[in-house]
């Protein structure tokens, strides 16, 4: 059975830094690309940043650009999301994806964690 299961999240003061892990188990997704999304209650799920299966290229929400970094170890077979510079407006449900056809396209990733709680207070 394939699973994804983030870790890290929590509360953090604005300005402040969290980074998230999620460990896959089941498969390797060593050849997959691999996805970080948030979702606020009420509002539709949005990407925040994308990573090859080799990690040469990444991509990045407009919101999060030059203050989160993706990255991954593929012998953990674990995906990371650092997170700089939180803003109130980054509290959300993040949750962590695979294997999609197309990284921008959450409608393509193949598989899905259940979530971590980040909350960044002001």
């Known amino acids: 059975q394939v699973q994804l299961v983030e870790s890290g999240g929590g509360l953090v003061q604005a300005g402040g830094s969290l980074r998230l892990s999620c460990e896959a188990s089941g498969r390797t997704f060593s050849r997959d690309a691999m996805g970080w999304f948030r979702q606020v209650p009420g509002k539709e799920r949005e990407f925040v940043a994308a990573i090859t299966g080799g990690g040469r290229s990444t991509w990045y929400g407009d919101s999060v650009r030059g203050r989160f970094t993706i990255s991954r170890d593929n012998v953990k077979n674990t995906v990371y999301l650092q997170m700089n510079s939180l803003k109130p407006e980054d509290t959300a449900v993040y949750y962590c994806?695979?294997?999609?056809?197309?990284?921008?396209?959450?409608?393509?990733?193949?598989?899905w964690g259940q979530g971590t709680q980040v909350t960044v207070s002001s």
């Open positions: 994806a695979a294997r999609p056809r197309r990284v921008l396209e959450q409608d393509d990733y193949q598989y």
